[in-house]
C-alpha cells in the first residue's frame, strides 16, 4: 500500500504588502517565547527585590535592601579601613621627617593631590599654577612664598588660613591699606606707582624715572616698614617681593595703581575643622613636592 502524500500546507501572510512584498506570519520558535516567558518574570522580581517603582519621594526601596549610594559607602569604608594605619599616622606625622617613597610619603602625596584637586583647584588651579596670572591666586609652582614656602609654613596656612574668619585669633593676618582713601594723592600714587614698577625686571622698562625718583621718598615713608626698604618683602606679615618678575594681582601700570589705591585683600579659607588633620598634613606634603617647596 502506497503513503498518502503529506499536503504542505501554505504559511499565511500576516495582510501587509509593501511593493509587492508579503510577510510570513510564522510562528516564532518554542526556545524563543520560553525565554520570553522568563524574562517577564524575571522582570517582575527585579522590580520588586531592588528599587525601581518611582514614588512621591522616593522610589520602592526592593526587599534586598540594596542601593548603589550603600554600594559606595561600603566601597568608601573598605578603602579607609585598608587606609586607617596610613591615616592615623599621618595625622600626627612630623612633616619635616616624612621619607620620601616611604609608603607614608607615598599615601600623603596620593592623598593630598585628591584633597587639592577637591577643595583647593577652584582657586588655585588644576595644574596649583594660579588659574592666570594676575588674578589674585598664588601661584604654588615656583618658589615666591607670602608665608613660607618650607613644609611647615604651608601646613600652618592651610590649617589657619590668611584673613579667614572661621579662626581669628589663629589666622594669617596683614592688611595692605587703600592709599587712595586720603592716605596719597593721585600724583602720590602715580609717583610710589611708577618706583616700584622701577624694582622689577618685567615692569622696569615702563617706568617713568622722573617719576620714580620722586615715589622713593614716598615708598619709604609709606611703603617700606612691610615691603622692606629695597621692596623684597617681609614673609612674616605676608608682605609680597616687588623687586621680582611675580605680580599677584597684575604687573601693568593700571593694575598696580589699582593695587596702591584700593589695598586688596584676598581671603583663603582656614581648612581646620573642614578637613581631617591627615587630609591637611597630605595636602601640605603634595603643595610642598610640587617644585616650589623650600
Not at 113 to 127: D, E, I, L
Not at 167 to 176: K, L, N, V
Not at 190 to 217: F, R
Request: glycine content about 12%.
Amino acid at each position: 500500500m502506497s503513503k498518502k502524500p503529506v499536503e504542505k500546507k501554505e504559511v499565511e501572510t500576516t495582510g501587509h504588502e509593501w511593493d509587492g512584498i508579503e510577510e510570513f506570519n510564522n510562528p516564532l520558535p518554542r526556545w524563543w517565547v520560553w525565554v520570553f516567558y522568563v524574562t517577564i518574570v524575571w522582570g517582575i522580581w527585579y522590580s520588586i527585590a531592588y528599587p525601581a517603582w518611582p514614588m512621591i519621594k522616593g522610589a520602592t526601596a526592593g526587599y534586598l535592601g540594596w542601593s548603589t549610594r550603600g554600594e559606595v559607602a561600603q566601597e568608601i569604608q573598605r578603602f579607609k579601613d585598608m587606609n586607617g594605619a596610613l591615616e592615623t599616622e599621618l595625622a600626627s606625622a612630623d612633616l619635616t621627617a616624612l621619607e620620601r617613597g616611604s609608603d607614608l610619603h607615598n599615601y600623603a602625596i596620593q592623598s593630598g593631590r585628591a584633597t587639592f584637586a577637591t577643595f583647593c583647584s577652584q582657586c588655585h588651579g588644576a595644574g596649583a599654577n594660579g588659574i592666570t596670572e594676575g588674578s589674585g591666586y598664588p601661584n604654588l609652582l615656583d618658589n615666591d612664598w607670602l608665608w613660607g614656602g618650607s613644609i611647615e609654613d604651608i601646613q600652618t596656612t592651610v590649617t589657619h588660613g590668611i584673613r579667614s574668619s572661621d579662626f581669628e585669633d589663629d589666622t594669617r593676618f596683614s592688611e595692605m591699606p587703600a592709599f587712595g582713601d586720603d592716605y596719597l594723592s593721585d600724583e602720590e600714587i602715580g609717583q610710589v606707582v611708577n618706583y616700584v614698577m622701577s624694582l622689577s625686571p618685567v615692569t622696569k622698562a615702563d617706568a617713568d624715572a622722573g617719576m620714580a625718583d620722586a615715589g622713593a621718598v614716598v615708598f619709604a615713608d609709606n611703603c617700606s616698614s612691610c615691603h622692606a626698604e629695597d621692596g623684597t618683602g617681609d614673609r612674616s606679615q605676608g608682605a609680597p617681593n616687588l623687586a621680582d618678575a611675580i605680580w599677584l594681582y597684575g604687573s601693568t601700570k593700571d593694575e598696580i595703581i589699582q593695587t596702591v589705591s584700593v589695598g586688596p585683600k584676598g581671603v583663603m579659607p582656614a581648612w581646620k575643622g573642614k578637613l581631617t588633620d591627615s587630609q591637611i598634613n597630605a595636602v601640605a606634603a603634595y603643595v610642598h613636592g610640587l617644585g616650589g617647596g623650600e
